[in-house]
């Protein structure tokens, strides 16, 4: 069965730096689109970045551009959202999605707290 | 971008009544690229409806999509315990793909 798993997360201050990571399972990884969805607490949906399935396309959110990079390693099945200059904004779930339109599976989240 | 505000923002109803959520785009949304999510309190969401209409695999015959260009609806025919939840719709017909914020459908 398809499993995300996401890890990476945690407290780090502002201006800090943190990469999450996905790891993959139950399905051909390397054929399909994956992308990073956030969820700041009690709040909606927010498509952060997604990336081709050979990573050569990838597409960030203005709110992260610049300061977030995505990225994947096919050969461990395995995705990564590394972020820098982090915000109090940034505050958030951040899921592993598999899709880049819509989202047919996600990861449990986990939760990046960006506080002083 | 495209902003999608979903109605009402919170239903309240009883096991066995029948659920009806709203959804309305700023701008139409090109073939029917819209999908819903169903999301329970800790957990992540979960794909139900994709292309306004086709159900994802594993979701009960008792949800279903309808809708096009610039309204769009979900139905739950029949409640069940395990339905109450938030409901998420979201665009994928232009960049960036955007959710709407949320229906709570809770237990009256």
């Known amino acids: 069965q398809v499993q995300l798993v996401e890890s990476g997360g945690g407290l780090v201050k502002p201006g800090g730096s943190l990469r999450l990571s996905c790891a993959a399972s139950g399905f051909t990884f390397s054929g399909y689109y994956m992308s990073w969805i956030r969820q700041a607490p009690g709040k909606g949906l927010e498509c952060v970045s997604y990336?081709?399935?050979?990573?050569?396309?990838?597409y960030n959110a203005d709110s992260v551009r610049g300061r977030f990079t995505i990225s994947r390693d096919n050969a461990n099945n395995s995705l990564y959202l590394q972020m820098n200059s982090l915000r109090a904004e940034d505050t958030a779930v951040y899921y592993c999605?598999?899709?880049?339109?819509?989202?047919?599976?996600w990861g449990q989240g986990t939760l990046v707290t960006v506080s002083s | 971008e495209i902003v999608l505000t979903q109605s009402p923002g919170t239903l309240s109803l009883s096991p066995g009544e029948r659920a009806t959520l709203s959804c309305w785009a700023s701008?139409?949304?090109?073939?029917?690229?819209l999908a819903w999510y169903q999301q329970k309190p800790g957990q992540a969401p979960r794909l139900l409806i994709y292309?306004?209409?086709s159900r994802a695999t594993g979701i009960p015959d008792r949800f279903s999509g309808s809708g096009s260009g610039t309204d769009f609806t979900l139905t739950i025919s029949r409640l069940e315990p395990e339905d109450f939840a938030v409901y998420y719709c979201?665009?994928?017909?232009?960049?960036?793909?955007?959710f709407g914020q949320g229906t709570k459908l809770e237990i009256k």
């Open positions: 292309g306004a209409s």
């Open positions: 999605a598999r899709g880049k339109k819509f989202f047919d599976y």
């Open positions: 701008q139409s949304v090109s073939s029917s690229y």
């Open positions: 979201q665009q994928y017909s232009s960049s960036p793909y955007t």
């Open positions: 990336i081709s399935s050979g990573g050569s396309s990838i």
